[in-house]
């Protein structure tokens, strides 16, 4: 088959070189060779061996191997849409990667150039979720359970945001149970805002260790715990109006949180959780480690870890809007509104000719929303950089109060699964009572959590 070739020219060569997107259709899908993504963002490849790549730039590193579904940017692991795959290159004897044109649309571009997402709000408002509550305990474990630590976290989350300026609305501040539907009608209140909610995991086979973000999964492509697309998955969900901003946010949440925590990086993914499936602010669910683990388990009842989480939070958020350029613009950008179709990825770049969405974003998208651009955009920031890799390897497994953590054999020696904040007095009224009636969660996965 001869590839489709399509040649753009970036108009801001400061940002991305000149392309030649060498389109090849692979399972039924579009997939390009990860030279092109070396080639658009400038950057060099070593060790193509037509199995894995290793693609750097002076403060990039993409990485990735063929027959996966990992690809590491700055050492922090996203979980592609589609595996990666080799190929014979045409006319040669050689093999190379080829990595799915929804990853480089969906993941790549919004997480390398952040300041190119179109319609990225400033921020201004942090909407915390917390996870479960009151009948709801969430996962439980022999130290603590899943609807205490979210709730201790994300108060301590507020504390450092309403100390940076940022105001801060929370789902619920006291142990109630509030339906994933209210959850996301309550956010959808607030305009220039970001959703973060905040869980915990369990495994279904004892062992689970590690962190996880989600992002709400592109229309089109499979819910991480599905091994195939179902029909649902080509529904367009109001969170998919910020499939940018959502992955953009999580990259920066996810990476905050592997520089602070000891714990394994499991990935940036997607799913289709109703709180993420449903908002109309960028936002994203994370998996704060497994209350069933004897690892995590301990780590997650201290009060340092999980003020590590809520400082990771923080440090997300202020990334995030330095990111995306927004924080400095006066434009009040509502949540769209109700009625308004998806922002198409062509729609969110197009503008800036650079090339790779024009390129290879024709997965079925409707029409363009009218939602705002911002005319002039700063230079696009990382929002992360290298340095969150090295320093995580260096100093993951030497701070003291984790060597002291792990100097007892008796994990209920702790003195402190009591949760500090649990008891005290909410400086912020409650914006919401808990539900008139209880509506029971739904057992499929895309539907809790
Ligand atoms: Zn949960």
């Not at 795959?85 to 004897?93: C, Q, Y």
């Not at 509550?133 to 994300?154: F, I, N, P």
């Not at 289709?272 to 499936?277: E, G, L, P, Q, T």
């Amino acid at each position: 088959m001869r590839p489709l070739v399509f040649l753009f020219l970036a108009l801001l060569p400061g940002l991305a070189g000149a392309a030649t997107w060498n389109i090849v259709l692979m399972n039924q899908r579009r997939y390009v060779p990860v030279s092109d993504v070396a080639a658009f963002y400038r950057m060099t490849q070593a060790g193509a061996d037509g199995a894995s790549f290793r693609l750097t730039s002076a403060n990039r590193v993409i990485e990735g191997k063929s027959g996966t579904t990992d690809v590491h940017i700055n050492g922090v692991k996203y979980v592609t849409c589609f595996p990666l795959r080799s190929r014979r290159v045409d006319g040669t004897r050689t093999d190379a990667v080829y990595i799915s044109a929804m990853d480089v649309s969906k993941i790549i571009e919004p997480v390398m150039r952040p300041g190119k997402i179109a319609g990225a709000a400033p921020v201004r408002t942090v909407v915390l979720d917390a996870g479960h509550g009151g009948h709801d305990s969430g996962a439980v474990g022999s130290l603590g359970r899943e609807k205490q630590y979210t709730l201790d976290v994300v108060l301590r989350a507020r504390a450092l945001l309403l100390k940076a300026g940022f105001q801060v609305k929370m789902t619920r501040v006291t142990d109630v149970f509030v339906p994933l539907e209210e959850r996301a009608n309550f956010a959808n209140h607030f305009p220039n805002a970001l959703f973060i909610s905040v869980h915990f995991n369990k495994s279904n086979t004892y062992g689970g260790t590690g962190i996880e973000t989600y992002a709400l999964a592109p229309r089109g492509v499979p819910s991480m715990d599905e091994g195939s697309l179902r029909y649902s998955d080509f529904n367009l969900n109001p969170g998919n109006a910020c499939d940018s901003q959502n992955i953009a946010l999580a990259a920066a949440v996810h990476s905050a949180m592997c520089r602070r925590l000891p714990v394994p990086d499991r990935g940036v993914k997607r799913a289709r959780f109703a709180v993420i499936r449903n908002i109309r602010i960028p936002g994203v669910l994370i998996e704060g480690g497994f209350v069933d683990s004897a690892y995590d388990a301990r780590l997650i009842a201290t009060a340092e870890y999980r003020q590590r989480i809520a400082q990771s939070i923080l440090d997300a958020v202020t990334a995030y809007a330095r990111a995306v350029g927004a924080s400095k613009s006066t434009t009040v950008i509502t949540a769209v509104p109700a009625s308004t179709p998806g922002l198409s990825l062509d729609e969110g770049l197009g503008e800036s000719a650079s090339g790779v969405a024009p390129a290879i974003a024709h997965v079925p998208e409707p029409a363009a929303s009218p939602v705002h651009r911002d005319k002039v955009r700063p230079v696009s920031e990382p929002v992360f950089d290298l340095e969150i890799f090295r320093e995580r390897n260096r100093n993951a497994f030497e701070t003291p109060w984790i060597r002291r953590l792990f100097s007892t054999d008796d994990p209920f020696s702790l003195s402190e699964p009591v949760l500090q904040s649990w008891e005290e007095p909410n400086p912020e009224p409650p914006s919401r009572e808990g539900p008139k009636k209880s509506v029971r969660a739904r057992p499929n996965r895309d539907f809790t959590h």
